[in-house]
């Protein structure tokens, strides 16, 4: 083995810098085609009379239970999110387990039961699937992949291409943010101390359907999991070459969230979501979504947290409570606890 | 046209909200512009002092005439490259596991890094306390594992009471690679050396641990002032309006900010128990070079835990990297603006010297918070 041959890292899927270069210098390079090109959470294809969308989704959490949720239920919500703010009503999942020799039974079926009961929740029907069983220690427990088609209404075809996108927009989020990634890190075993944070781990297709219906003012949405919030502003930033402005006292924060990034060093804007979606909306609309999304049960908690701007275009700047602004970068490496 | 943005009503985070409040903050500010009327530089000794000043814009509400340098206080940053060297020396004999601090991970050694060698299958973990690598090694009898003890006085008692578990424990498989350091010679070290500073704002955590005594001499011989401080942005707006308050009357002092964390005697517990297990050694500051009596190395009582006296590893030194200027920044003596490498071939990414690698350093700190 060669030692000074470039390898994979951690880094390189944990949706910030490296991840993305990755996907640009190697996968987009060799799968060239101007579906993929276009980078969106789902692909919108094009079948005869109709238009699907389809999306798929690796979920290879540690540990594979965690506070508000659990591998199968994350492994619906994600790819169902993934349809769903890509404008399309989500149909149908397949599912596929890749489970390590050993693995309890009674762990299986608990799983299994989250994501049916979180499928029938969402209204989507697991229609195919795959089962695999490595040898011990070849894989770390159970890893599930999904793949899920939607169908698409002519009027929201255009929303993932955030073309529409001026400034002015506001900018919502339906609830507190870095619930699940604190969730997740405290629920490992070498954390010591508890917490009341729960992942927010949701399927959000009903209260996105509801934000559709209701309004025409919704201009793009992604649902920040890897990398945050903060990831998906910088590349919504860079994409439409337009500035992001975010006021931190804005800023939904559950209070064990605030506490546990304070202590740890970490920037909740960073911190993995599972059941939020940014909404960029025209301004005028921003008020009408903002009540539209607080009478659904997952949006009590929505806020309008900031706007695009003409200015500082390709950058996301903070502005934060004392009253100094400063660039939110995308993340670089893993989040790393500082030393002291 | 008034923007519609959603302003949240957020429950307070006790002993944090309290001490980011903006009236608080431009008051002293205010004060700090009525009262200082001489040329003043002032050294925030502590990365996590170096990124708050920067997180929270405070340089934009001091007065022209006071100069803040970022001093040596990012453990990551002065931890030497030979250091990392040995631990990735470690890392490649089998049957070993190395547990760090996840901020090392990402460092350049002379060749690679520790995330690096982790790809190559070596055994690398992060951890969060000391005792999950003292469980670690319980766990794994046939295994030696190698805890990387990095940090000042704040850290170097957790590391302390590792060693002392283990031996309790009656463990013959656990290890310590020391590259623990202390703070008071280094803040000497720089004064002697020239750099021209009129006063030290302290780190909080060290004199948590230490009681503020350890300062004694910088005001007395060196006619420093020391205000050890907090972390928020009140408590610093406040710790360099003590400073300038005692500058402007020429009465420097040792004096406590921090009062809601620092007790004048420290924590009696942490010190007896860094001083039975640590003795002080002449140490290597990556960018500093020698500095004596600065280090924390292993006592003979508990040599069978020191990774140095059990792997008998020869790392050659190594020089730093071509370029880097870390050393003049870690003293203070230039800026990340002056570095040719920073924010072109050193970023966050990719980085070249310590001081971009670890949150809290001072180039990555410049990096992030960049306009």
Redesign the interface.
């Known amino acids: ?1 060669n ?1 000074d041959e470039e ?5 390189h899927g944990n949706g910030g ?2 991840m993305h270069n990755l996907i640009e210098n190697l996968f987009l390079r060799h799968f060239t085609n101007p579906v993929l090109a276009e980078q969106s959470d789902a692909a919108i294809l094009s079948m005869g009379t109709h238009d699907i969308a389809f999306t798929t989704d690796s979920f290879v959490i540690d540990p594979l239970f965690f506070p508000g949720g659990n591998i199968g239920k994350l492994a619906v919500c994600g790819t169902v999110n993934d349809l769903a703010v890509s404008g399309a009503d989500p149909r149908y999942l397949s599912v596929s387990f890749i489970i390590e020799e050993g693995f309890p039974m009674t762990d299986l079926e608990q799983i299994v039961v989250s994501l049916a009961a979180e499928a029938a929740k969402a209204g989507v029907v697991i229609v195919t699937g795959d089962t695999k069983v490595v040898n011990k220690g070849k894989c770390d427990k159970l890893f599930i992949n999904t793949a899920g088609v939607g169908s698409v209404k002519d009027k929201n075809k255009l929303i993932r291409k955030a073309a529409e996108i001026c400034p002015g927009d ?1 900018i919502l989020i339906n609830g507190t943010i870095g619930d699940h990634g604190m969730a997740v890190m405290a629920a490992r075993e ?3 101390f508890k917490t009341t944070v729960t992942s927010d781990c949701a399927s959000l297709n009903h209260l996105i359907g509801e934000v559709l219906d209701q309004s025409h003012g919704v201009k793009f949405m992604r649902d920040p999991t890897r990398g945050g919030v903060a990831t998906v502003l910088n590349e919504l930033a860079a994409k439409t070459s337009l500035g992001i402005e975010i ?1 931190e ?5 559950h ?1 064990g969230v ?2 546990m990034c ?1 202590l740890l ?1 970490f920037d909740p804007l960073h911190i993995a979501n599972e059941g939020k979606v940014l909404i960029v909306a025209a301004q005028e609309e ?2 009408r979504i ?1 009540e539209i999304m607080k009478k659904n049960s997952l949006g009590a ?7 695009v701007t003409g200015d500082h275009p390709g950058k996301v700047v903070l502005k ?8 939110i ?1 995308t993340l ?3 989040p ?5 | 046209m008034k ?6 009503n ?2 307070a ?1 006790q002993y ?1 909200d309290e001490y ?1 409040k ?1 009236d608080l ?2 008051a002293l500010s205010a004060e700090l512009k009525k009262i200082s009327s001489k040329e003043i530089t002032l050294m925030e000794v502590c990365g ?1 002092h170096t990124m708050a000043i ?4 405070l340089l ?1 509400l001091l007065p022209a005439n006071i100069r803040l340098l970022s001093g040596p206080g990012c ?2 940053c002065v931890s030497s490259q030979h250091f990392l060297d040995t631990a990735i020396a470690y890392s490649k004999i089998p049957g070993t596991i190395i547990t760090t ?3 090392l ?2 460092v350049p050694g002379s060749n ?1 890094s520790l ?2 060698e ?4 070596h055994d690398i973990r ?4 000391t005792l ?1 690598a003292v469980d670690l090694a319980r766990e794994n009898p046939d295994k030696k594992i190698v805890f990387l003890g ?3 006085e ?2 170097a008692p957790a590391t302390a009471a590792s060693i002392v578990e283990a031996a309790k424990a009656g463990l013959n498989n656990f290890f310590v690679l020391s590259a623990h350091k202390v703070m008071p010679p280094v803040m000497k070290a720089l004064v002697e050396e020239g750099v021209k500073i009129d006063g030290f704002i302290a780190p909080g ?1 060290v004199s948590a641990i230490t009681g503020t005594e350890i300062y004694n001499d910088l005001a007395m011989k060196y006619g420093l002032g020391v205000v050890v401080a907090g972390f928020e ?1 009140v408590d610093l707006m406040q710790a360099i309006l003590m400073l300038v308050r005692q500058f402007e009357s020429g009465r420097p002092a040792v004096e406590v900010q921090y009062q809601r964390v620092v007790q004048g005697g420290g924590n009696k517990i942490a010190r007896e128990l860094l001083s039975r297990v640590f003795e002080p050694k002449d140490d290597r500051w990556r960018g500093l070079g020698m500095i004596p009596l600065s280090g924390l190395k292993i006592r003979d009582e508990f040599a069978e835990f020191d990774a140095e006296r059990h792997f008998n590893i020869h790392v050659p030194e190594s020089s730093e990297p071509k370029g880097c200027i870390c050393g003049s920044i870690l003293r203070g003596l230039k800026t990340p603006a002056d570095c040719g490498l920073f924010a072109s071939r050193c ?3 990719d980085p070249v010297g310590a001081c971009m690698v ?3 350093g001072t180039c990555a700190t410049y990096y ?4």
Do not use: Q
Request: proline share 7%.
């Open positions: 083995m030692n390898k994979i890292l951690l880094s810098r490296m506001l070498s954390f010591k006021e006292l804005s800023l939904p924060m209070k605030t506490a304070e060093g921003g008020p903002l908690n929505s806020a309008i947290i900031g706007r934060t409570e004392t009253g100094g602004k400063r660039i970068d670089t490496g893993d790393l606890p500082r030393i002291c | 923007l519609p943005i959603t302003v949240i957020r429950s985070v944090i980011r903006k903050i431009l996590g920067h997180r929270f814009g934009s453990p990551v601090y996840g901020d991970i990402r690679g995330e690096k982790k790809a190559n299958g992060i951890i969060y306390s999950e990095i940090g000042f704040t850290t955590h942005p970023t966050p990414a670890s949150g809290e992030k918070y960049r306009s």
